[in-house]
């Protein structure tokens, strides 16, 4: 009995091991790869599948008879197909089909870190002249941790033959390593929809209505960066597929929208499904809101200020890289959250888990991402507007009247085409002065005629709460709508008199650093 070792794939460093070597002249089995087209493997998939391997072997002697044999495969990156049982045995959905040889059959390999082998029966060696086909399929790999842009892949037919020839020989017939598969980021980071984002007070809320669904709060986009890369359960099947775990998938893709710093009295509302030229991704196992103004859209409430949104790619489309525009509809009553910085959003693959150094448990698996990109999305802030009265005195004989209105109050709901864009607040004013005879305290005194009810205005005199004074004063009111006149007057009963008014200035709420001020309505 001769033993002999022949490539199918050949390692290139095992290929150099063979230089200068004196081979023998009779060959007994030759082997040639097929052709592959190689896929695109996502540099954030875990278990990604590599490109069919076809192989023809050709036993040359006739009067050999094959037995037992061995195919391992070797990969350049770690291999992570399905591991699963039979009857309590181990197993893995890395399959070799035989076909053309003295027995036809299915062998399921063993992986050991970057190599599967596979053991096959009695009569898959070809006897006599005679072929064999081995294809090789489900084989998987974890392209998050691979040497980007390609993996390779190479392999040895270990096998054994009695009867002639009378010498033997080791063949090497692939030189190098072969690629399987280009590594390619196939996910973008969130984006937001140009002019999108829109921003909330605390008294006023996102709360909506039985007429009105609430404002749109921002659109997030999921960025499919390669075409085809967002892919179905049956996309995410093994080339061959024996139910119920041999190259079977668990679940299509995940598209995990994150929403963070989000108030814990609101409510997240987004689409149940979403379809883009073909694709369709859905929130799986949910139910829509039945009726009303939020009807069809799916609700989630946060935990710990984050809600996630899992969109499962349910049908696959055969067009080029897409953009899914996910608007996400922010829900609070008024006076229900407090000044916060912006929610955040970002987008990540899922079923997520660590880097995979052997067989996953479940198809498909994607790198955790544990410090994803976030976009800024809405931010909440005070209840407040600020007022700039450049220029008050109380000097010289000169006195300023001061007016502040609170404006949360209007009829425009009640004119058709006109709805309304206020809610009633109300609160006192607190006056700020900055200049020579300032009182004491400057800053917070309290507007002298108490609250400002909705739909009010309180006017008073400077020199009845900062006597003295000239420069100019910021008054701080808790409600927003709130505007402000001032009136200067010198001997205003006599001929002589002078008078100039003029409007107070809507400060930015809060003011741009580093900036003047800068108006702004409400």
């Known amino acids: 009995m001769s033993n002999f070792r022949t490539r199918i794939l050949g390692l290139a460093a095992m290929a150099t091991a063979f230089v200068g070597m004196s081979y023998g002249q009779n060959q007994v089995v030759t082997c040639v790869t097929g052709a592959q087209t190689n896929p695109t493997l996502r540099v954030e998939g875990q278990t990604e599948l590599l490109a069919t391997m076809v192989v023809t072997c050709t036993n040359n002697t006739a009067a050999s008879v094959a037995t037992t044999g061995t195919v391992f495969i070797q990969t350049s990156a770690a291999i992570t197909s399905k591991a699963f049982s039979v009857l309590g045995v181990p197993s893995n959905e890395a399959t070799l089909t035989v076909t053309g040889a003295g027995v036809n059959g299915v062998v399921q ?14 009569g898959a060696i ?16 974890n392209a998050s941790a691979a040497a980007a842009p390609q993996v390779t892949e190479s392999g040895i037919l270990s096998y054994n033959v009695t009867g002639p020839p009378a010498s033997s020989s080791n063949t090497a017939i692939a030189a190098s390593a072969q690629g399987a598969g280009f590594i390619l980021r196939s996910l973008g980071p969130a984006t937001l929809t140009a ?21 749109v709060s921002f659109i997030v986009n999921i960025n499919e960066l390669v075409s085809g890369a967002f892919l179905t359960q049956v996309g995410e099947q093994g080339q061959t597929v024996v139910a119920p775990n041999i190259g ?8 995990n929208v994150t929403v963070a710093n989000v108030p814990g009295s609101a409510t997240i509302y987004v689409p149940q499904a979403i379809t883009v030229n073909g694709t369709t991704l859905t929130i799986a196992n949910s139910t ?56 955040t959003a970002s987008v990540a693959y899922g079923p997520a888990a660590a880097t995979l150094t052997a067989p996953a448990t479940s198809i498909p698996t994607f790198l955790a991402i544990t410090t994803p990109v976030t976009v800024n999305t809405s931010v909440i802030s005070l209840c407040q507007t600020s007022l700039l009265f450049p ?46 005879g300032a009182p004491t305290p400057s800053v917070a005194v309290p507007d002298p005629q108490g609250s400002t009810a909705s739909g009010t205005t309180h006017a008073f005199l400077l020199s009845s709460v900062a006597a003295g004074f000239q420069g100019y004063a910021i008054a701080t009111c808790p409600f927003v709508y709130a505007h402000g006149f ?24 809060p003011r741009p650093a580093g900036a003047g001020p800068e108006a702004i309505t409400f």
């Open 109 to 122: 390999g063993v992986v050991s870190g970057n190599q599967v082998s596979f053991t096959l029966p009695v």
């Open 126 to 141: 070809p006897a006599g002249v005679a072929s064999a086909i081995f294809t090789i399929t489900n084989i998987r790999v």
């Open 195 to 215: 002019g999108s984002v829109v921003n909330f007070v605390t008294c006023t809320g996102n709360p909506g209505s039985a007429v009105a669904a609430p404002t």
């Open 248 to 255: 079977t998938a668990s679940s299509g893709d995940i598209l």
């Open 288 to 343: 829509p809101v039945a009726s009303g103004p939020l009807a069809g859209l799916v609700g989630f409430t946060p935990s710990s200020g984050t809600v996630v949104v899992p969109y499962t790619v349910t049908v696959g489309g055969v067009f080029g890289a897409q953009t899914f525009p996910v608007p996400v509809t922010l829900q609070f009553a008024a006076n229900s959250a407090v000044a916060q910085g912006a929610v």
């Open 391 to 436: 220029f008050v005195t109380n000097q010289l004989g000169f006195d300023t009247g001061i007016v502040l209105a609170n404006t949360s109050a209007d009829n425009l709901g009640t004119i058709p085409g006109r709805p309304s864009s206020v809610s009633a607040q109300s609160g006192t004013c607190l006056l700020s002065f900055f200049g020579v």
């Open 486 to 509: 001032a009136f200067i007057e010198f001997n205003l009963t006599q001929n002589n008199g002078v008078v100039e008014g003029y409007l107070a200035e809507v400060l930015a709420n």
